[in-house]
């Protein structure tokens, strides 16, 4: 009885930490663009918008700003509604390199490149599928420098397409791999990269894990710090 009680006290105070943990990683996250937008609307309110350069980064900030914390809203509701099994998924039989070649050109990328492309086909809902190449394609543009190409590599091994997306950017150290799938996480380097212009909040990567594990599809990572990053993923075909 004493044991069970004991659990179920555990079980609570974990409970909280997680929450506490959440609430103050929002926050944080939060924090950083609302100081943006609020040290601009006051400069603006000093200087009038008469000088064109302060008022087009003033502009461009802002933006930037309410884009970012539209992108942390968006993938805390999904990431939300996924933790109440209210994140229905609608799974057809998808030609995977054609929703390959469709994503890649909707992405409009210079950058960007399909090096193999096998057919294969796939069970699956192509629109969550399409949000989970997003994520990754998204980080290897993010971490590597602008004239780099991603290259994105489909084959075919036994029943399963290999999907690889391919960059030659910071990369991830061996210690940060494994975490690297979880709400929040970044790693000091990323965080270095895109301060002040904070595009990312680590959360990418979680939403395309949820996608994946609900396709039965594996990630792999393979990274070299300094050199570049490759994620695996292992799809069954059918
Ligand atoms: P973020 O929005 O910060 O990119 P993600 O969840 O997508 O969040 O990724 C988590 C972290 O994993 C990133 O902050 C970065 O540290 C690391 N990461 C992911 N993809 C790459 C990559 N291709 N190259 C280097 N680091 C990466």
């Known amino acids: 009885m004493r044991l069970r009680i004991n659990t179920a006290r555990r079980r609570a105070q974990e409970s909280y930490l997680r929450q506490q943990r959440f609430v103050n990683d929002v926050s944080h996250e939060l924090r950083t663009p609302l100081t943006i937008?609020?040290?601009y609307v006051d400069l603006l309110e000093a200087c009038g918008t008469s000088d064109p350069e302060i008022f087009k980064e003033a502009v461009t900030s802002i933006k930037t700003s309410a884009q970012n914390m539209q992108n942390l809203?968006?993938?805390l509701l999904f990431l939300a509604r996924a933790d109440d099994g209210d994140q229905p998924l609608t799974k057809v039989p998808v030609d995977l390199d054609e929703l390959l070649k469709r994503f890649v050109e909707a992405?409009?990328?210079p950058r960007v490149e399909i090096s193999k492309l096998t057919?294969?086909?796939?069970l699956g809902d192509g629109e969550f599928l399409k949000k989970m190449f997003a994520a990754f394609v998204d980080n290897a543009i993010r971490y590597s420098p602008p004239a780099t190409p991603v290259k994105i590599e489909l084959t075919t091994v036994d029943n399963f397409?290999?999907?690889q997306i391919i960059d030659?950017?910071?990369?991830?150290a061996k210690e940060d791999c494994g975490k690297i799938f979880d709400r929040f996480y970044r790693t000091d380097k990323a965080r270095t990269k895109?301060?002040?212009n904070e595009t990312s909040v680590g959360l990418g990567l979680a939403v395309a894990k949820w996608i994946a594990d609900n396709h039965?599809?594996?990630?792999?990572?393979?990274?070299?710090p300094g050199e570049g990053s490759t994620f695996t993923l292992k799809i069954p075909t059918i």
Do not use: F, N, P, Q
Request: with cysteine.
């Open 37 to 39: 937008i609020r040290g």
């Open 73 to 75: 809203v968006e993938s």
């Open 107 to 109: 992405y409009r990328s």
């Open 119 to 122: 057919h294969c086909r796939i």
């Open 161 to 163: 397409a290999l999907l």
């Open 168 to 172: 030659r950017g910071i990369g991830i």
């Open 194 to 196: 895109t301060e002040g």
């Open 216 to 224: 039965d599809i594996e990630i792999s990572v393979k990274s070299k």
